[in-house]
């Protein structure tokens, strides 16, 4: 898909409302739910429901377990505990689990490879796949 076609797609989501449905990608390679605050709260940029109640009233949650995940993630943001901002999220989770606002169709496989010998070696689901633990890699002796 071209940008031009791109562009005409999210104007037909997000400003016309001239669609049934859409598979669209959200992608986010960062683990700190932080990075999420547009899809999330009720006025997030790319909170991809309830969008046609106009920008004014997309800042108020339309229903209960909305207003809850504003509220989780407002709260996630200004905790400088991680276990509290993790107890925070898993909640928020739990919510989009239950109500579906949004559905996730698939997760990505991660392939990696290396050379044999390398030892260490464990790749991860969220970038850098392979170096994330790079101080512990290291060859063995033939």
């Given at each position: 898909?071209?940008?031009?076609?791109?562009?005409?797609?999210?104007?037909?989501?997000?400003?016309?409302?001239?669609y049934e449905?859409?598979?669209?990608?959200?992608?986010?390679?960062?683990?700190?739910?932080?990075s999420?605050m547009s899809?999330?709260?009720?006025?997030?940029?790319?909170?991809?429901w309830?969008?046609?109640?106009?920008?004014?009233?997309?800042?108020?949650?339309g229903?209960?377990?909305?207003?809850?995940?504003d509220?989780?993630?407002a709260?996630q943001?200004?905790?400088?505990?991680?276990?509290?901002?993790?107890?925070?999220?898993?909640?928020?989770?739990?919510?989009?689990?239950?109500?579906?606002p949004i559905?996730p169709?698939?997760?990505?496989?991660?392939?990696?490879?290396?050379?044999?010998?390398?030892?260490?070696?464990r790749?991860?689901?969220?970038?850098?796949?392979?170096?994330w633990?790079?101080?512990?890699?290291?060859?063995?002796?033939?």
């Amino acid at each position: 898909m071209d940008r031009g076609e791109f562009r005409g797609l999210l104007d037909r989501i997000m400003s016309t409302f001239d669609y049934e449905a859409c598979v669209l990608g959200l992608a986010n390679g960062d683990a700190d739910p932080g990075s999420e605050m547009s899809v999330w709260p009720s006025n997030g940029s790319t909170h991809l429901w309830d969008l046609n109640k106009g920008e004014l009233d997309r800042a108020r949650p339309g229903t209960p377990w909305q207003a809850e995940i504003d509220l989780l993630m407002a709260s996630q943001m200004r905790s400088a505990d991680v276990k509290e901002r993790k107890r925070l999220y898993d909640r928020v989770q739990q919510l989009v689990a239950a109500n579906l606002p949004i559905i996730p169709l698939v997760s990505p496989d991660v392939l990696a490879g290396a050379k044999s010998g390398l030892r260490n070696f464990r790749p991860a689901v969220l970038l850098p796949y392979a170096l994330w633990n790079a101080e512990e890699l290291y060859w063995s002796r033939p």
